[in-house]
């Protein structure tokens, strides 16, 4: 439960990483919104994202784990897509914010595990 709850809060701050550095990655609105925007993407992360992963696991190696930034992108689509008050203006936003997303959430997962 705790490792969940860490990461809602380290999705809500990868989120509002992405927002502040990529132009055209807009989450409209404060504090709340991160938070539902986090758990959101926390829950896909933990019942939608396994599946895919081994659906596309042939993909995965033939491109040597590239293609895990098209799943994230998808997930990162899917809190857009649910989500009024996240707005991805583009292609190039939904990349560089997977990509931040990521990097955020590797940081936090790396910081917890040294806090256990």
Same mark, same amino acid.
């Given at each position: 439960?705790?490792?969940?709850?860490?990461?809602?809060?380290?999705?809500?701050? *990868? &989120?509002? *990483? #992405?927002?502040?550095?990529? /132009?055209?990655?807009?989450?409209?609105?404060?504090?709340?919104?991160?938070?539902? #925007?986090?758990?959101?993407?926390? &829950?896909? !992360?933990?019942i939608i994202k396994p599946p895919i992963k081994l659906l596309a696991? /042939?993909? =995965?190696? &033939?491109?040597?784990? &590239?293609?895990?930034?098209? =799943? !994230?992108a998808l997930m990162l689509w899917l809190v857009d897509y649910t989500?009024?008050?996240? =707005?991805i203006e583009n292609t190039v936003a939904l990349v560089w914010a997977?990509?931040?997303? #990521? *990097?955020? !959430?590797?940081?936090?997962?790396?910081?917890?595990?040294?806090?256990?």
């Amino acid at each position: 439960m705790i490792g969940f709850l860490v990461s809602i809060l380290g999705n809500s701050v *990868a &989120l509002y *990483a #992405a927002y502040i550095f990529v /132009p055209g990655f807009i989450i409209a609105g404060g504090v709340k919104e991160y938070l539902f #925007a986090g758990v959101l993407l926390g &829950l896909l !992360n933990k019942i939608i994202k396994p599946p895919i992963k081994l659906l596309a696991m /042939p993909v =995965i190696i &033939l491109t040597l784990g &590239l293609f895990l930034v098209v =799943i !994230n992108a998808l997930m990162l689509w899917l809190v857009d897509y649910t989500f009024n008050f996240v =707005i991805i203006e583009n292609t190039v936003a939904l990349v560089w914010a997977t990509i931040i997303t #990521a *990097a955020v !959430n590797a940081i936090i997962r790396i910081f917890s595990k040294v806090i256990d």
